[in-house]
């Protein structure tokens, strides 16, 4: 059963570091992982989808790697800033219709 | 830009009362889902629908749930008889990639509460 983890659970930076958020899951046989931003009691929006032909996507100051073969993506974050605290979700898709398999997320915090 | 919108935005109702939470995805896409996420827990995975069909349904879909594309444009989410632990946040998604291979686009969500 595939299982996806998510670390660190929380993070609290000043603003203007680099960060990176590490997600990894149990089932290398994915078809593509996809990055979310989630702010407080919202919804989901869709930051970066890889497919597993693909080894990373940049999309800004975002960039997510994707190493199948060891179960593990890292999304990776340049010059942070405030409006960056959000959650961050990774979720791999098992194949099928496209069925999402989420991690906890990692909780970004910020601060000027 | 386009999105998937979700109506409405909060339900409560009492245990046993039918819910029918509603859909409106990206106008071209195919492929359609049910999401949910309890509260401080992971979201997890309901239904998927393409074709007008269930493509493929999670355990936790049982026959309370029901999904429907009633009309060309909404997509509904049916709850039969509600308890308690049917309390959670309910996602939309949309995509208009081919099997297990496009980029989901989800809604705000529906957040029910079940008293």
């Known amino acids: 059963k595939q299982e996806v983890t998510q670390i660190p659970a929380a993070l609290s930076v000043p603003e203007g570091e680099n960060l990176v958020l590490n997600c990894s899951f149990t089932d290398s046989a994915i078809y593509n992982l996809q990055w979310f931003r989630q702010d407080p009691g919202k919804g989901l929006t869709s930051l970066l989808l890889i497919q597993s032909s693909q080894r990373e996507q940049t999309s800004g100051r975002l960039n997510a790697s994707l190493d199948k073969s060891s179960g593990r993506s890292t999304l990776y974050i340049a010059a942070s800033q405030p409006g960056d605290s959000a959650t961050y979700l990774c979720?791999?898709?098992?194949?099928?219709?496209?069925?999402?398999?989420f991690g906890a997320g990692t909780r970004l915090a910020v601060h000027p | 830009e386009p999105e998937v919108t979700q109506t409405p935005s909060h339900q409560v109702t009492q245990m046993g009362q039918e819910v029918i939470l509603r859909c409106v995805p990206i106008?071209?896409?195919?492929?359609f889902y049910w999401y949910r996420q309890i509260l401080g827990q992971k979201v997890e995975f309901l239904v998927s629908?393409?074709?007008?069909?269930?493509?493929?349904k999670s355990e936790i879909f049982d026959d309370q749930f029901s999904v429907e594309r009633p009309d060309g444009s909404n997509f509904t989410l049916k709850i039969r008889s509600t308890k308690l632990e049917d309390s959670a946040m309910y996602f939309c998604?949309?995509?208009?990639?081919?099997?297990?291979?496009?980029?989901?686009?989800f809604g705000e969500g529906s957040r029910l509460t079940v008293l």
């Open positions: 998604a949309s995509s208009s990639g081919g099997r297990a291979t496009g980029e989901l686009f």
């Open positions: 106008s071209n896409h195919l492929y």
């Open positions: 979720a791999v898709s098992t194949g099928g219709y496209n069925k999402l398999i």
């Open positions: 629908f393409y074709n007008n069909e269930i493509s493929e």
